[in-house]
């Protein structure tokens, strides 16, 4: 139990103290004891554990995986033992897999557990004392210092020059300065609040400290535990697919084993041989293998995604990127680098462009649109001398050229990397520091007292108006000026103009003292300062994002940016990103709180951009757009992104910036934290679940042919076509290598122009369900026509007829393996030789068949005879008629029609 939940961020702290009925010299001992018993302790609630006996066999729970358990006792039955401990080995597999992909999935309460601090710092009974964090109560007082992580929620009381680490939380790039003696709106978003702490952020810098308000499950961590353990882990788009599929064909099955038996009965066959007969055809209509083909062009398109960049956690969900309707990004570390970079210098009237970004020393000033020696400008020079001599950050060369690594505050750090742009070091620049004033939140300034040679000078850098205020001339061609109005509103419009751009802006001023004495004598030194300029930066977009956007577009796949930043800097971001339409809406956490569910899920469709949101807002946010029947993919890094990417169809978490909260929780990882890497896994996904679709054309295409081989000729009253033994060897041969070759097929060059397949169409939508049943009709028809000419050619040489049915029927499957390999066209659409697997898997299979023909022991127990030249041209020229007719025909159809542009969206 907690207190009773209030907007403390509202009150000052002194009402905190009043209603927590505590005192700055902490609580007694048995007040401490007397709370622990009212409210727990300070730790994060687990959900019901479930046994990990209980959580392994319910992977065998699943519709295809008991038809495969059925499968699995058929063949038993007609003495396939290999088949049957196959289909074992793939049911067994496939629930090892399952079970490790879910008991890791829970670990990401686990990792949320770790980011609490073991021990805190407190104040009690006047005595400061260590103890363990889960031990804190309402009401306690305790202390922090940089470095620390906070151990609960909190609202300050002291705070100097304290900097807290919150991103993780609240998405915010930068850590964020606190204040306790401001007052903050009630309504306001967690970024916002600068008077409160928060349970597993970090202290950057400076010492405090505050009241504990809430603890344990009422903290913001425990409530993202709340919505983690609320958030429900749905089927994927595949998996419903199969699970239909496997429904269709088990009463198929059922429905062909009766229809022959019945029919062959009925023209005088024996029972046994029917039943056995139909028997075959039921197990050949079962796809046995689909799970364990299924598996491989998972596991290979998980492959070639770890050369992209993308690590998968869940097998399943690579295919679920395929069809993603809707991309919901972090803005920080995703969609920009996260790493600040100086873009416009502003000094003495005029600007200047800084090329390059992050932390990479190659770049330029330009002046326009030439590059410029910027410290043969005495302004510009000056600026940048206070820019790189009163910063902390240091700049470390890494083993690459040309590529450094930041030991410092990233605002500091790109001030360092625009000096050095500019061609200054600081360590030769000849500035010896003195003495240091650093940075307050309430001054909104850092300054430095340095020694050039015989002069003293105080720089100093700060937010532009503050600065402003303080400085009574200007560094201007040259010379130092009085700092006149028209001089004033010159440099307040161009902070305005920098600030309408999103960029975040930094100003920059000295001061000359005669002595360091003399400096260090005058009460406020930061007066009386001479403006030099100002900066503008900005955490630049990654690398092929824009390319990418432009992708997920053409490929009818909407891209929302969300984020903890402010809405004037997330709209400039979405609007260069080309993310933000004209008609597009932006939306910020405190308009989301007046939406209901019901209200954010109409306009929806509309909002572009989520700007200083909560971690309850992306989840409302990625289930409003659920309930839409989007198929949305949740990119993040943070704490707070942890429920929605859980929630979420696809959750994506980052590699490198991303806390194991939000990696345990993910199912696919991104390397490189790129966007890029989104939409390339997107267009893996579709790829993936394409070949999944031609292994079942194929596979189903091929079953129906012997079906309609063997149910005709039962009608007809013919002797069997087929023997069960050749319908299970046809079975194993052309289901095999040829349907895992068709997993390694790349993908088709125009995947990315189609828009998303809707998640609600069946497996055989798209015309599939046709082509199936007609390439198998056909196959079926030329085998029973082969069959019958050849028995009609000798009616007393039964063997050879069903010799010459096996061969078509085998040959008419390997050759319409080619075919499967476009959805979209038919075999002339795809080189023949781009899969090399695919011709070396129907080699093999060829070779397996002609085993059974022309090896005798095996051909005996095949009931087979060899065949001819004359014969066996007649078997090809057969085999070729269902597909190369087809495709034909198909070819032409498209010669004809005209072309429809792909939707842009």
């Known amino acids: ?86 289909i074992i080995a793939i049911i067994i597999l496939n629930g090892v897999l399952g079970f490790v992909q879910e008991v890791r999935a829970e670990r990401s309460l686990a990792a949320l557990k770790a980011l609490t601090a073991p021990n805190a710092r407190v104040r009690r009974g006047g005595e400061v004392v260590w103890v363990p964090a889960r031990d804190l109560v309402p009401g306690d007082i305790v202390l922090l210092e940089g470095g620390d992580r906070v151990p609960a929620d909190g609202r300050l009381l002291v705070a100097q020059a304290l900097t807290v680490e919150e991103s993780s939380l609240t998405g915010e790039s930068v850590p964020v300065s606190k204040q306790a003696g401001v007052f903050v709106d009630p309504v306001s978003s967690l970024g916002d609040r600068k008077n409160m702490v928060y349970m597993g952020t970090m202290v950057t810098r400076g010492r405090a400290e505050f009241v504990v308000t809430e603890i344990g499950m009422a903290t913001e961590m425990g409530k993202i535990a709340d919505l983690m353990q609320q958030s429900e882990e749905t089927m994927t788009p595949l998996q419903r697919r199969l699970d239909q599929l496997g429904k269709v064909l088990v009463w198929l099955a059922l429905g062909i084993t009766l229809l022959v038996v019945a029919a062959g009965v009925l023209h005088g066959h024996n029972l046994y041989d029917m039943f056995l007969a139909g028997v075959s055809l039921a197990v050949a209509a079962i796809p046995e293998g ?118 410092g505050d990233p605002t500091e750090g790109a001030l360092l990397v625009m000096a050095m742009k500019a061609g200054l070091k600081p360590e030769e620049a000849g500035f010896e520091r003195i003495d240091e004033i650093p940075f307050e939140s309430e001054r909104k300034l850092m300054s430095v007292l340095v ?124 609007r260069q990103l080309e993310i933000l ?203 029973l026509a082969v069959f019958f000419w050849s028995l009609r050619q000798n009616p007393q040489n039964l063997s050879h007829a069903q010799t010459m049915a096996y061969a078509t029927l085998t040959m008419a499957q390997l050759i319409l393996v080619f075919d499967c390999r476009s959805l979209q066209g038919g075999i002339f659409r795809r080189s023949l030789w781009e899969n090399g697997w695919l011709l070396l898997a129907v080699a093999s299979s060829v070779a397996l068949f002609l085993i059974t023909l022309y090896i005798p022991p095996v051909a005996e127990a095949f009931n087979t005879v060899p065949l001819g030249p004359l014969e066996w041209g007649m078997v090809l020229v057969a085999a070729a008629v269902p597909t190369f007719t087809l495709s034909l025909r198909r070819a032409g159809r498209k010669a004809i029609r005209p072309k429809v542009p792909v939707r842009d969206v």
């Open 581 to 783: 339409p004209e008609s597009g809406r932006v939306v910020t956490g405190a308009a989301l709180d007046a939406m209901s569910d019901e209200e954010l899920a109409q306009q929806a469709r509309d909002i572009y951009v989520y700007a200083r949101v909560t971690p309850e807002h992306k989840l409302r946010i990625v289930r409003a757009l659920q309930s839409n029947g989007e198929v949305v993919a949740m990119t993040g890094d943070g704490v707070n992104d942890a429920p929605a990417i859980k929630q979420a169809d696809i959750g994506v978490a980052m590699g490198m910036a991303g806390t194991d909260v939000a990696k345990e929780a993910a199912s696919l990882v991104l390397a490189d934290d790129n966007f890029a890497t989104v939409v390339a896994a997107i267009e893996e996904g579709r790829g993936i679940y394409d070949n999944i679709k031609k292994f079942i054309r194929y596979l189903l295409a091929s079953n129906v042919g012997e079906i309609i081989t063997m149910f005709l000729a039962m009608l007809a009253g013919l002797p069997l076509p087929l023997l069960p033994i050749q319908i299970l060897w046809v079975n194993l041969v052309t289901d095999g290598l040829p349907a895992i070759a068709l997993g390694v097929d790349s993908v088709e060059k125009d995947i990315m122009d189609r828009p998303p397949r809707d998640v609600r169409e069946g497996i055989f939508a798209g015309g599939l369900g046709l082509k199936i049943v007609s390439r198998g009709t056909l196959i079926g028809l030329v085998t």
């Open 1 to 86: 139990m907690a207190p009773v939940e209030k907007n403390w961020h509202a009150l000052s702290a002194g009402d905190c103290l009043s209603i927590l009925e505590a005192t700055p010299s902490g609580l007694a001992p048995a007040e401490v004891e007397a709370r622990r018993t009212k409210y727990g302790v300070n730790q994060l609630a687990e959900g019901a554990k479930v046994s990990l006996l209980t959580v392994f066999f319910n992977q065998f729970r699943d519709f295809m995986i008991l038809v495969l358990i059925a499968a699995t006792l058929i063949s038993g039955l007609l003495g396939e033992y290999t088949d049957a401990i196959t």
């Open 451 to 574: 020694r050039q040679g015989e002069e003293t000078l105080l720089l100093t850098k700060g937010a532009p108006d503050v600065l402003l205020e303080r400085s009574s001339k200007v560094l201007t061609g040259g010379r130092e000026e009085p700092l006149s109005q028209g001089l004033r509103r010159q440099i307040l419009a161009a902070n305005q103009q920098m600030a309408a751009q999103a960029l975040r802006n930094l100003a920059f001023a000295y001061r000359r003292f005669p002595s360091v004495e003399a400096a260090k004598a005058t009460r406020d030194p930061e007066t009386e300062l001479v403006f030099t300029g100002m900066t503008g930066m900005m955490d630049p977009p990654r690398d092929r994002v824009y390319e990418a956007i432009r992708t997920c577009h053409r490929a009818g796949v909407r891209t929302v940016m969300i984020t903890g930043d402010h809405q004037e800097t997330a709209t400039a971001i979405a």
């Open 290 to 407: 689909l799970p364990a083909i299924v598996t491989i062009a998972l596991a290979l398109g998980v492959q070639r995604m770890i050369k992209r960049h993308a690590i998968v956690r869940k097998l399943p969900s690579v295919e679920t990127l395929g069809c993603a309707t809707v991309v919901c990004s972090d803005k920080t570390g995703t969609l920009t680098q996260n790493r600040m970079t100086v873009q416009r210098v502003w000094a003495d009237g005029e600007w200047f462009g800084v090329t390059g970004s992050g932390y990479n020393l190659v770049g330029n000033f330009i002046y326009e649109d030439r590059p410029v020696q910027p410290l043969r400008r005495p302004a510009v020079k000056r600026l940048v001398e206070v820019a790189a001599v009163c910063n902390n950050a240091v700049l470390k060369p890494q083993s690459e050229e040309d590529d450094w690594l930041l030991d």
